[in-house]
């Protein structure tokens, strides 16, 4: 079952690939595997899948220690600064980076362990309540103001879309934040590349990669759809899930 979820999301990945005239190796499928088992992971690993995304500190650290040592994992969620030791070490990128304080804190415990860290700025483009991320107007000052700290290097954008019935209804999402990492790319600024768009979800992902998307973040698509029980702590920090 999840190897024909997985066959069919890269089937849809490498079509919308092709309508867009991209060629497939520009868009890096995440598998986002909270609150899933472990052995579930596994078989999705078995599979090939090497990029997992995970929005909880404490199941990612988890899960890194139960599974393969070249497995990239992608912290996507809301970041606490007390919580960013933890991970530090754990991740390939931090997508979920929204506040100067948060990569303050990325930059310190980066400066420690001698280490240069990735990480996205996340953007909250429909600017929806319910979301975090800094909002578009406000991005190119914070990109700016972390762009200082000398541990850190931002590689491009992340947002979370709308949750819509037609993914349509995102494209204009997914073009505005794609301008507006043209428009950073374009300032030339020290630290920052804007190679990658962090874009796109099983609900909308296609539209994502025709409009630009380098990462895909895919959970459902994947994995089937997540059950988060009555009283666990999956849905209280999950603000997109409830
Ligand atoms: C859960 C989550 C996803 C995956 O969502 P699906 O709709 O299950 O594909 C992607 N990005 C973020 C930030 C998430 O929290």
Redesign the pocket.
Known sequence: MLKDNLKKVEQCVEEACRRAGRSRDEVTLIA?S?TKPVSLLQEAYAEGVRNF?E?KVQELCKKTGEMPADVRWHM??HLQRNKVRQIIDQVALI??VDTYRLAEEINIQALKRGRIVPILVEVNIAEEESKFGTSAEDAIQLVEEISKLENIRIKGLMT?APNVENAEENRTYFRKIRQLSVDIRNKNIDNVSMEILSMG???DYEVAIEEGATMV?????IFGE?IYSRTGDTVSA?R??V
Not at 217 to 221: A, D, W
Request: charged letters at 25%; proline letters at 0%.
């Open positions: 986002v909270k995304g929005n996507i969620g997508h979920s979370v979800m099983t609900g973040r895919v959970g459902t698509g997540r999950d997109d899930s």
